[in-house]
């Protein structure tokens, strides 16, 4: 079968996105790029994580054009097109509808680096200017706020991650949910949560490099 290993963890990680109760229902979308072969696997479109066999996985090449897809892709097919394309660091893709990253997209509001772990996806989450769900215009606007970052909210409708790897973008999507919902709870008290200077982020772009990982940068997070 055609990129086995890419669809199988595509479905692996659809489950896990419901396991770790990130998305509910068929929201959401996880690709898995093979960039010597210029293919990609995407989730099928509307379909339950948990009955997705490996074959009913959509793979795309980066065209845009269906090379093997017994079933329709997600809508968001122009969304992880664009990412592979733009961004040679990324290889996996995930986008969700956790719930309080996407209150804060609702707010229009970008995830500020008020805890450490928002340095595996860069200085800060922005925020990207909203579009209809599926259109070239949404994937323009994601591509564009992401901005070298490797994580962004999509204004009322939810986030996306992207990395060297999909476990590593399916890691990165946990934590911003995880600080997305610290920094909910802290406005919720009344108050803006005091933020980590720009210096001591760049030092944990550092520390996670060197964190039982080879040597890696902002850049090249090896995440
Ligand atoms: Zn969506």
Same mark, same amino acid.
């Given at each position: /079968?055609l990129l086995q290993?890419?669809?199988e963890l595509v479905?692996?990680?659809?489950?896990k996105?419901?396991? #770790?109760?990130l998305?509910?229902g068929?929201? =959401?979308?996880?690709?898995? +790029?093979n960039r010597e072969q210029g +293919?990609f696997a995407?989730?099928p479109?509307? /379909?339950d994580?948990?009955t997705?066999?490996?074959?009913?996985?959509?793979?795309l !090449?980066l065209?845009?054009n269906l090379? !093997?897809? *017994?079933?329709? *892709?997600s809508?968001?097919h122009? +969304?992880?097109?664009?990412? $592979?394309?733009?961004r040679? !660091?990324?290889n996996? @893709?995930?986008?969700?509808h956790?719930?309080? #990253?996407t209150? +804060?997209?609702?707010?229009?509001?970008?995830?500020p680096?008020?805890?450490?772990?928002i #340095?595996l996806?860069?200085?800060?989450? *922005?925020?990207?200017? $909203? %579009?209809t769900? =599926?259109s070239?215009?949404?994937a323009?606007?994601v591509?564009? &706020?992401l901005?070298g970052?490797?994580?962004?909210?999509?204004?009322?409708?939810?986030?996306?991650? =992207? &990395?060297?790897? @999909?476990?590593?973008a399916?890691r990165i999507v946990?934590?911003v949910?995880?600080? #997305?919902?610290? $920094?909910c709870q802290a406005?919720?008290?009344g108050?803006e949560?005091?933020?980590?200077p720009k210096?001591?982020?760049?030092r944990?772009f550092?520390l996670? %490099?060197?964190y039982?990982k080879p040597?890696?940068?902002?850049?090249?997070? =090896?995440?």
């Amino acid at each position: /079968m055609l990129l086995q290993q890419e669809r199988e963890l595509v479905v692996e990680y659809g489950k896990k996105l419901i396991t #770790a109760g990130l998305t509910k229902g068929t929201g =959401g979308n996880v690709s898995v +790029l093979n960039r010597e072969q210029g +293919l990609f696997a995407l989730s099928p479109s509307g /379909m339950d994580y948990f009955t997705i066999e490996p074959w009913q996985v959509a793979v795309l !090449d980066l065209e845009g054009n269906l090379v !093997d897809a *017994p079933y329709k *892709p997600s809508t968001e097919h122009e +969304l992880h097109r664009r990412l $592979y394309v733009e961004r040679p !660091d990324m290889n996996g @893709v995930v986008h969700a509808h956790t719930n309080y #990253a996407t209150v +804060l997209s609702c707010l229009r509001k970008p995830l500020p680096p008020l805890h450490y772990l928002i #340095a595996l996806a860069g200085y800060e989450v *922005p925020c990207a200017e $909203y %579009a209809t769900f =599926g259109s070239a215009e949404l994937a323009e606007n994601v591509v564009r &706020a992401l901005n070298g970052n490797r994580a962004a909210l999509m204004a009322n409708h939810g986030m996306i991650a =992207g &990395a060297k790897t @999909v476990q590593a973008a399916f890691r990165i999507v946990e934590e911003v949910e995880y600080c #997305a919902m610290l $920094y909910c709870q802290a406005i919720a008290m009344g108050q803006e949560p005091v933020l980590l200077p720009k210096e001591e982020m760049e030092r944990h772009f550092e520390l996670f %490099a060197t964190y039982g990982k080879p040597a890696v940068t902002k850049e090249n997070p =090896g995440c």
